[in-house]
């Protein structure tokens, strides 16, 4: 899910009281069963039922060419606080020439260093680079190992906004538990990269908390470093919890003490760290160029992924709130979308297409994608493009759906081109850029 995040007030009254309880962040990620599963609703997709395609004939024809969506038969379309939040008029078709400038293993996110090259992190943990000519380069030195308790056990990598004279690199991962029933561990690297980018160089810890689990990391303009800390679980409290991090933004100092001005810095028990709280899985995360405000793509179990503006202190309301479901299919609260003091998303989609990858458009190549948001997505297999006006969304592009492959990442090149990372076996590193109508 994709949402907006602002300044808020802290969690209040009961939810804080049962926020701060002792197990409050107990829960293990396979989701408890739902008592109003057996009673779940059916929503049966209707004969005019677009998927995560844009229209009901483009999902029919991408149906026959990539084969049923895994959320083909979810028709819950639940009535928008706002008419914008969800499905925008379809934007122009933009013509792409779309280039495979690399295949290398699993990959997670990318970066771009001074000379050229890209920097990818990967799913079984470690870095390679990817030069200009699609050459890629053996694992990077120094990497620490990462367990796969979370599915995609690590992030980043995220590239310090004064590379170019300090080559600090962070990175997110996750570690087993050290015995059974023990918690994971979630963990944020600080490292230098050599100067000829083959190793990981005098690595260190910075920050480290059990059940983090490292999704995205962002740099503020201010260079402190917010941590996108997933759930997995269906629902439950831990996203509620202002104990537990799963489910919350983190704010860190690039050092990684935590900053005087944290907006739950003062609530007695809580969490030091917290930045916003109440969400499921943010899998994309990025800072707008033009506001410095931060903005994340949200997964929800079925139905509702969110795109969220972050307000400090935010409370984005999962589960209280909701426009999904669980992976039962059951309601979330009886099927609530909004309540005082709980943000609302920017966006969202029914289905879900879950979101992974985040980031604005400011480059030359593509004029008329000025500002537009471009979010990658796994389970939808493609890249959606969401025009853009006074932060809200006017129209919604869908791209690369012809491919049938599912999207991790997507980044602005400082050439103004956009390079994409697919979720594969084998991922492929996509390079965009415009075409004239008729050619690809």
């Given at each position: 899910?994709?949402?907006?995040?602002?300044?808020?007030?802290?969690?209040?009254?009961?939810?804080?009281?049962?926020?701060?309880?002792?197990?409050?962040?107990?829960?293990?990620?396979?989701?408890?069963?739902?008592?109003?599963?057996?009673?779940?609703?059916?929503?049966?997709?209707?004969?005019?039922?677009?998927?995560?395609a844009g229209s009901a004939a483009e999902n029919k024809r991408i149906e026959a060419l990539c084969g049923a969506n895994r959320n083909a038969k979810d028709g819950y379309a639940p009535k928008p606080l706002s008419a914008d939040q969800t499905r925008a008029p379809a934007a122009a078709a933009t013509p792409l020439k779309i280039e495979v400038l690399a295949t290398l293993d699993r990959s997670v996110g990318i970066a771009f260093l001074p000379d050229g090259k890209l920097l990818l992190s990967q799913r079984a943990g470690g870095f390679r680079t990817v030069d200009a000519a699609g050459k890629v380069s053996e694992p990077l030195k120094g990497a620490?190992?990462?367990?796969?308790?979370?599915?995609t056990s690590n992030t980043g990598p995220l590239l310090d906004r004064d590379f170019a004279k300090n080559r600090t690199v962070y990175y997110g991962y996750v570690t087993a538990p050290p015995a059974?029933?023990?918690?994971?561990?979630?963990?944020?690297?600080?490292?230098?990269?050599?100067?000829?980018?083959?190793?990981?160089?005098?690595?260190?810890?910075?920050?480290?908390a059990p059940y983090m689990a490292p999704r995205r990391l962002a740099q503020a303009r201010d260079g402190r470093l917010l941590i996108a800390s997933g759930e997995v679980a269906s629902g439950g409290p831990n996203p509620q919890s202002l104990t537990d991090p799963r489910g919350k933004i983190l704010r860190i100092a690039a050092d990684g003490s935590i900053?005087?001005?944290?907006?739950?810095?003062?609530?007695?028990?809580?969490?030091?760290?917290?930045?916003?709280?109440?969400?499921?899985?943010?899998?994309?995360?990025?800072?707008?160029?033009?506001?410095?405000?931060?903005?994340?793509?949200?997964?929800?179990?079925?139905?509702?992924?969110?795109?969220?503006?972050?307000?400090?202190?935010?409370?984005?309301?999962?589960?209280?709130?909701?426009?999904?479901?669980?992976?039962?299919?059951?309601?979330?609260?009886?099927g609530k979308t909004a309540d005082a003091g709980l943000e609302q998303p920017v966006y969202f989609w029914n289905p879900s297409l879950a979101p992974s990858g985040l980031d604005f458009y400011r480059g030359k190549a593509f004029p008329t994608w000025k500002d537009s948001v471009l979010l990658g997505a796994m389970s939808g297999r493609?890249?959606?493009?969401?025009?853009?006006?006074?932060?809200?969304?006017?129209?919604?592009?869908?791209?690369?759906?012809?491919?049938?492959?599912?999207?991790?990442?997507?980044?602005?090149?400082?050439?103004?081109?956009?390079?994409?990372?697919?979720?594969?076996?084998?991922?492929?590193v996509l390079r965009l850029r415009p075409a004239k109508p008729g050619v690809h």
């Open positions: 899910m994709l949402r907006e995040i602002r300044a808020a007030k802290p969690v209040t009254g009961i939810a804080l009281a049962l926020s701060l309880l002792p197990g409050a962040g107990a829960w293990s990620q396979t989701p408890p069963t739902s008592p109003q599963a057996a009673q779940a609703p059916a929503f049966p997709p209707g004969p005019d039922y677009a998927g995560v620490p190992a990462v367990s796969g308790v979370m599915g059974r029933g023990e918690p994971f561990m979630g963990h944020i690297l600080k490292a230098h990269l050599s100067a000829d980018d083959t190793a990981l160089e005098d690595a260190k810890t910075i920050y480290e900053p005087k001005d944290n907006p739950y810095l003062k609530t007695a028990g809580a969490n030091p760290a917290l930045y916003a709280v109440g969400f499921r899985d943010i899998q994309g995360a990025a800072v707008n160029p033009g506001t410095g405000e931060l903005w994340v793509g949200e997964n929800a179990p079925q139905g509702g992924d969110e795109l969220d503006r972050i307000k400090p202190g935010g409370n984005y309301g999962f589960p209280l709130i909701s426009y999904g479901r669980g992976n039962d299919g059951s309601l979330f609260n009886g493609q890249l959606v493009r969401l025009q853009m006006k006074n932060g809200r969304v006017v129209a919604e592009e869908k791209l690369l759906l012809d491919r049938c492959k599912r999207t991790k990442d997507v980044k602005v090149g400082p050439d103004g081109l956009v390079y994409v990372v697919t979720d594969e076996t084998q991922s492929e």
